[in-house]
Each structure stands twice: as C-alpha cells, then as structure tokens.
C-alpha cells in the first residue's frame, strides 16, 4: 500500500499515458439528482478508485467545473469520464440501448431492497444513487433489476450518499473478484 501525505494526495494527475494504461471496469455510476457538490467530487473520486467507465451527472446534479466538487475529487473530474443528461431514466435507457446485458442496481431504502451483501454482480453494471432528501426517483427505480441498500442499526436511519455509493461500489468489486480480502 503506498501512504501519500495530503499535498501528495491533491496533486497527483496522470499523463495521457498513465490514464492509457488503465484498464476500466464497466461499471457506470448514475447520480439521480444528487445535490450536495462536495457528494459530486467525492463520487468521482470514487469511480477513480474502481475504474469506472463513466459517471452520469443527472437533473439537478451540479456539473464540473465547480470549486467544491474540484476540492472533494482533488481533480479526478478531469480525468473520469462523465457526461450530463436531463434525466437518469434517460441516462439509463443510453446505456441499456449500447447494452442490452447491462445490470442496473438501485441503492435505496425500499421495500424490495435486499441487503448489499446479496446483490448479484454482473458486468456490465450501473449503480444508481439518489437525492439526499428524496432518494432516487420512482421511474428509475422501475428500471431497476435489483434495489440493495445498506443495513442501519443505530438511531440514524441512511448514510451520506457518498459513503453509500462507496460500500456498495467496493462490495461489487469484491464480488465479482477484483479485491481480496
């Protein structure tokens, strides 16, 4: 594991080559009208980390540049592949038309929901998060072939979107044997 102080760790940006080099997963992260900036840039951060193919900023999703979500990516928006579209289920309908095989998992409290833990992985693959407030819309849920969310045992009663996006992205690179445990 390479340890990386924090100047390290907000200034390292990869040359053509570097980002060449990488192989990507198809793993395609959709963000259903997520508002808080600082949830954006950590969300890019996030694909970086998997390898993501794409992240889909959509609806009220503020779009880069934005100083905040510059901040919370440390820059991983410059180099993440990302694109806007006015709405998820459009998002979505794209990314089913260039895929008919593509798994569409919904991370949300509903009451189909099973725990993250018993999600079926397969690729390609798009994970879905939602609105802070209101979650992930009603039309896009309908698209779903699985919802998952995370189980809650204290008072609280969901996680930040980010930290849900992230558990659940890492428990898909665990299942479908990209890390080790």
């Known amino acids: 594991m390479i340890k990386l102080n924090a100047k390290e760790l907000r200034t390292t940006e ?3 080559k570097d980002l060449k080099k990488i192989k990507k997963n198809p793993i395609f992260i959709i963000l259903d009208n997520v508002l808080d900036t ?12 998997v390898a993501a193919k ?6 009220q999703t503020e779009t880069p540049p934005n100083p905040r979500i510059k ?11 990302w ?3 006015p709405t998820a289920v459009e998002a979505l309908q794209e990314l089913k038309t260039q ?5 569409i998992i919904c991370v949300e409290q509903d009451p189909r929901s ?5 999600m079926k992985v397969e690729f390609p693959i798009a994970v879905v998060v939602g609105n802070e407030t209101d979650g992930i819309s009603k039309n896009v849920l309908k698209m779903a072939d699985e919802i998952v969310e995370i189980p809650m045992f204290g008072v609280n009663k969901s996680l930040n979107v980010m930290v849900s996006c992230g558990i659940v992205l ?3 690179m665990e299942k479908i044997g990209l890390t080790k445990r």
């Open 14 to 16: 990869p040359s053509a």
């Open 38 to 49: 600082y949830n954006v840039g950590s969300i890019f951060r996030l694909a970086d980390a």
């Open 54 to 59: 794409k992240v889909f900023l959509c609806g």
């Open 71 to 81: 901040k919370a990516s440390v820059n991983t928006w410059q180099w993440v592949t």
């Open 83 to 85: 694109s806007y579209k």
């Open 99 to 103: 895929n008919s095989k593509l798994k």
């Open 114 to 118: 099973v725990s993250y833990t018993e």
């Open 170 to 172: 890492f428990e898909m």
